[in-house]
């Protein structure tokens, strides 16, 4: 089966570094996506990792063990506008469809001042 | 802003009515998807064309149908509404088909569908 799971709440200081870990079972690995979502509002792009290691994009990096099927996003600085939902997705491999994304149901971060 | 359009913003409708969700993808994407996210389920995908031509088929309901226009918009059909259906309904573009690379999907702003 497919599986994504994330922890559903997370909080943090501002200033502060804060790690949300994402494990995942599903049936193909074409590479892991992490999108913020603020509330009702779209998905936004942040990361994207195929190969193990970590990818580093400013105050944010993304972390990828295809072996472990886990993945984490790691936020510093925190700002108060990082408060947000944070979506691990991955990208399945299977048959004609492997564009598909699978999300995880998402982890709500709150930055407290 | 993404440059995904998403119209309308808000609809309100009654159980058992047909409504029609309309997208127009960034310039230059050929890939449209549609997902559904409710409270308690996260994003789900539904459909996604690639230019023209349905390309994968995610857990839509045999009520719901899609398509995409020659010019690249796409409209998602939701028939026979039920309360279950109130949800906010997105869709995303890509350049290609997403299988290679990072050929990431943007989102739009969503509808917000509302079934009384």
């Known amino acids: 089966g497919q599986n994504i799971d994330q922890p559903t709440e997370m909080t943090a200081t501002e200033g502060a570094i804060v790690q949300i870990n994402c494990t995942y079972q599903?049936?193909?690995?074409?590479?892991l996506f992490w999108y913020q979502q603020h509330a009702g509002e779209a998905p936004t792009f942040l990361s994207y990792n195929v190969l193990d290691g970590l990818e580093e994009k400013g105050r944010f990096s993304s972390f990828l063990s295809r072996s472990k099927g886990y993945s984490y996003l790691l936020l510093k600085e925190l700002q108060m506008k990082d408060s947000a939902s944070y979506l691990c997705a991955v990208r399945d491999h299977y048959g004609g469809s492997q564009g598909n994304l699978i999300f995880g149901k998402g982890t709500k971060l709150s930055v407290k001042p | 802003d993404s440059g995904v359009t998403q119209t309308p913003k808000h609809l309100i409708t009654a159980t058992g009515q047909r409504v029609t969700l309309r997208c127009s993808p960034r310039s230059g994407d050929l890939s449209v998807y549609w997902y559904q996210q409710s409270l308690d389920q996260g994003l789900q995908f539904l459909i996604q064309y690639y230019n023209g031509e349905e390309r994968a088929k995610g857990n839509i309901l045999e009520r719901f149908s899609a398509q995409q226009f020659p010019d690249l918009h796409s409209e998602l059909n939701l028939s026979s509404l039920e309360l279950g259906d109130s949800a906010l309904y997105f869709c995303a573009s890509s350049v290609g088909v997403g299988e290679i690379g990072t050929d990431t999907q943007y989102f739009g702003p969503g509808t917000r569908l509302t079934v009384l």
């Open positions: 599903t049936s193909g690995f074409n590479g």
